[in-house]
């Protein structure tokens, strides 16, 4: 399996733009999380799905963030408009419920967003 | 969930042992103990959990203290690509809406160094 994939890997835009990150999870996974990750508040927990129902968005910083999954192999973190304290790596991970090991949440490979 | 006490930084010869402590004082006895590991511009690595028993798999070993309220990981024989920093997070495993949700800490950035 190729493992999460995410993208863009990076992403330069200026405020007020829209941005939209995707993500397509391991297959057969029905968790899917969004984090992000700043220097000065670590990395944080944004919304998590289950079988693409949103389960627990009380992580969404703002009205600007917004995240969908249409379906079981696809997501998008979308920010509209933007701003530089926006800027910062947003991860992608997926999980197997099951109780055992395969509760492991595995992580992509991240998207770099710089808002200027 | 909860909250986890780990020192911010640790160095440890290549080759040698690599020790992590954690203390989890608080935590309840439905939580397990997870370790996750960043290695630097890459997303976090599940490394190995436990709930109260020892652990080991082919990275790592866990060891729990009997009263739950502290841990250790040991990396056996560190290597140079072993440096990043490491999580020590408290969960709860459950199906309902707090299911899988970690919550990351500072961490312990681990240098192995020649």
């Known amino acids: 399996d190729a493992g999460v994939i995410q993208s863009p890997r990076h992403e330069v835009t200026e405020m007020g733009q829209e941005v939209t990150l995707r993500c397509k999870p391991i297959s057969g996974h029905d968790y899917l999380f969004w984090y992000r990750q700043t220097m000065m508040r670590g990395l944080e927990l944004l919304i998590y799905?289950?079988?693409?129902?949103?389960?627990?968005d009380s992580g969404m910083p703002e009205d600007r963030f917004s995240a969908k999954m249409p379906n079981a192999s696809f997501s998008t973190l979308k920010i509209q408009p933007s701003e530089p304290r926006d800027s910062a790596v947003y991860f992608c991970?997926?999980?197997?419920?099951?109780?055992?090991?395969?509760?492991?949440?595995?992580f992509g490979p991240g998207t770099r967003l710089l808002v200027l | 969930d909860a909250k986890t006490t780990q020192p911010p930084s640790m160095d440890c010869a290549e080759g040698r042992a690599a020790n992590l402590p954690c203390n989890h004082s608080t935590i309840s006895g439905n939580e397990y103990v997870y370790w996750y590991r960043q290695i630097h511009s890459q997303g976090p690595q599940y490394i190995i959990h436990g709930l109260k028993n020892n652990e080991t798999n082919e990275m790592a070993s866990l060891i729990i203290t009997e009263d739950r309220k502290s841990s250790t990981l040991i990396l056996p024989h560190a290597t140079l690509r072993d440096t990043a920093v490491y999580y020590c997070i408290v969960s709860v495993r459950t199906g309902g809406t707090s299911y899988g949700k970690l919550t990351f800490g500072q961490g312990t950035i681990l240098t192995v160094h020649p």
């Open positions: 799905f289950n079988n693409n129902v949103p389960i627990d």
């Open positions: 991970a997926s999980s197997l419920r099951g109780g055992g090991p395969q509760e492991t949440q595995y």
